[in-house]
């Protein structure tokens, strides 16, 4: 079955700290998609970034880094020198292929991390 | 600007009142989809929308009617709502045509149901 672990239910910084937010996944799948959202507190998910499982690069986009490896099925983010305004429930999603057998193209999310930075 | 909007926002109501919760995407999408997300059950799709006259159920659907008349809306009913309902529904988008896409969301709609 395929599943995503956040086991880090809640991290709490200081402000200008870095904080790495993990996220494993299963599947069975050669194809698939990994995605992080951002859920500030206003309530809505935001679209940080998408990574396909056959590309592996690391993507650095301002202060976010993300971290892709398949040996060990891990999807971590990083965000360096945290700010008060990255507050925030952050999820991890893996997402189903689409128009296969069964395959519903949904978002399999995670408990998610919710990171308290303090000022 | 491309969004994904949903009407209402906030929905206070009572026991078996039927309502209609909207959304409408402008980015000319094919896979249209509905999440609930729940303390402790995190976010689980209701239904979803392959495209225009195609629907199918996710993993919560009891309760719920969807329907795509047209592409750019994929509106959520509640034929007889009940307070297990009681929860902040997400309407999402995505490009579909076969592959997993980036699905973006709308602004959440938070439902009481008294």
């Known amino acids: 079955a395929q599943k995503v672990t956040q086991a880090q239910t809640e991290i709490s910084v200081v402000e200008k700290e870095d904080v790495t937010l993990d996220c494993v996944y299963e599947?069975?799948?050669?194809?698939?998609?990994l995605f992080w959202y951002k859920q500030p507190p206003s309530g809505e998910l935001v679209f940080l970034i998408r990574?396909?499982?056959?590309?592996?690069q690391n993507e650095i986009s301002g202060r976010y880094s993300w971290n892709f490896q398949k040996s060990t099925s891990s999807f971590n983010f990083t965000i360096t020198a945290s700010q008060v305004v990255d507050s925030a429930v952050y999820f991890c999603?893996?997402?189903?292929?689409?128009?296969?057998?069964?395959?519903?193209?949904?978002?399999?999310f995670g408990q998610g991390t919710t990171l308290q930075v303090k000022p | 600007e491309a969004q994904v909007t949903q009407n209402p926002r906030y929905l206070i109501t009572v026991t078996g009142k039927k309502l209609t919760v909207t959304c409408s995407q402008n980015?000319?999408?094919?896979?249209m989809s509905w999440y609930r997300q729940d303390p402790g059950l995190g976010l689980r799709q209701i239904y979803y929308?392959?495209?225009?006259?195609?629907?199918d159920k996710g993993d919560v659907p009891e309760g719920y009617k969807v329907s795509r008349k047209e592409k750019r809306n994929f509106p959520l009913i509640l034929e007889s709502p009940s307070p297990n309902q009681t929860s902040l529904y997400f309407c999402?988008?995505?490009?579909?045509?076969?592959?997993?896409?980036?699905?973006?969301f709308g602004p959440g709609t938070r439902l009481t149901v008294l």
């Open positions: 980015m000319n999408h094919e896979y």
């Open positions: 999402a988008s995505s490009l579909g045509q076969g592959y997993p896409d980036t699905q973006y």
């Open positions: 929308s392959m495209n225009v006259e195609v629907t």
């Open positions: 990574r396909n499982s056959f590309d592996e």
């Open positions: 599947t069975r799948d050669t194809t698939y998609y």
């Open positions: 999603a893996l997402s189903e292929a689409m128009g296969g057998s069964g395959n519903t193209g949904k978002l399999i």
